[in-house]
């Protein structure tokens, strides 16, 4: 797999893009990027710098990049198979800057064939398109609506509409994550509400990950977390306002019945709590019910406990506006165990550490589901049929007849289909 990087540099809310040599099409663009180089540069950091030079005759300072501002773009070959990464930094500089830092007019001939600076609007005509994400960079309260459907058409992200509000929640897909089609669309989406514009209703954590499914050239970066919280083992409420009345909602769904139950609570046990608008933030709870338990056993009422005020532009948790909410009142939540940590970094990243012993009767309980399941392979298949989940990626059809599958015994298959559901 290749490993690149690059910066985004805009300068009046216009990026700067490099057309590559020996492209014919006009709508190949890119950012500047190119190979990592550990041993000479250091760090993604060095690299970045050292390649945006190479092909603009630009050299950025590093205290102008901006390490909160960054995110990757991720390539899959025909085969679903991850081939390349880039990770990008943005950094903004004015007029004055740019005459400063463009110490050469000469580039890199021998590749790029000419540079230049675009709107948004043009830039979306002139990128390659699997790095149209960077653009959300330039008005970073909204999403490009043509790029979350070009997603929704290639089976990495789906969009559920509001029952009764032109507003759509967007969430990634079980496709997402095996191919890792990460970028910062896609890893945006856990949750995110929208308008019909595009424009950002409220905005969850992005996806985040455990250490060991970070790439060590981003976790070179970190020093130590500034925050770390334990992780409740429950399901992430996403508050949301629309004509001045407030709702929680699933990552998954409007309709979802988390989302009625921690409205209800919300309702009845907090809302004296936001008589101040936070509008230009998303407010997170952690939902904890005995309705439908988790991996760890609670005792107690059902709660909604608040987990992060996410600022709506940079995506970032203000753990000030966090901290200036009311203490809650103590919920009678009882457990023994806990599902882990999550490390909150200055730059943004946020990784989770699941502890052993929650893991382990994770694993417990996903065995027990998936012989449950099996058991009851009759009752369900006509069901799965329906929601066409269940894709056989040898030929990339639906496998048609589901009871000779399951009285099969090919294992590889039975964990595609385990997977899917």
Known sequence: ?????????????????????????????????????????????????????????????????????????SYVDSNGILSKIIFYFVVEISDKEFNQYRISSDFDSSEIETIAFFSAREARKKIYWKQQSVLNFIKPDSFCI????????????????????????????????????????????????????????????????????????????????????????????????YKDSYYICSKNNFNHYIGALATDVFYNQLHHLFSKDLKEYTILFEVITLKNPFTVNYTGEDAIFPIAVVNNISAKNDFRKLEELEKLEKFDIISTSKEGVVEFYEDG????????????????LKNLKEINFFCNSDKITGNILDRKKIIDHSNNNLLSNLMLFFSSENIEYKKILMYWI
């Open 1 to 73: 797999m290749t490993k690149s990087a690059g910066l985004l540099i805009i300068k009046n809310s216009k990026v700067l893009l490099v057309k590559p040599r020996h492209m014919a099409s006009d709508s190949n663009w890119s950012i500047p990027k190119g190979i990592i180089d550990i041993e000479a540069d250091g760090n993604i950091v060095e690299t970045a710098i050292r390649e945006t030079y190479e092909e603009t005759g630009i050299l950025i300072p590093k205290d102008k990049v901006d390490f909160s501002k960054r995110s990757l773009i």
């Open 146 to 241: 043509n790029e979350l459907e070009l997603f929704i058409k290639l089976g990495y992200i789906y969009k559920v509409k509001h029952p009764v509000y032109p507003i759509w929640l967007y969430n990634i897909t079980k496709k997402c994550k095996l191919h890792k089609i990460w970028n910062y669309t896609t890893l945006s989406c856990r949750g995110l509400i929208l308008d019909d514009s595009g424009k950002i209703i409220a905005r969850p954590f992005k996806k985040f990950f455990e250490r060991n499914e970070i790439y060590p050239e981003v976790l070179d970066l970190l020093s130590e977390p500034l925050h770390t919280t334990d992780k409740l083992d429950g399901a992430l409420g996403v508050l949301y306002k």
């Open 349 to 364: 990243t946020m990784i989770k550490e699941k502890l052993p012993d929650f893991m382990n009767e994770y694993r417990k």
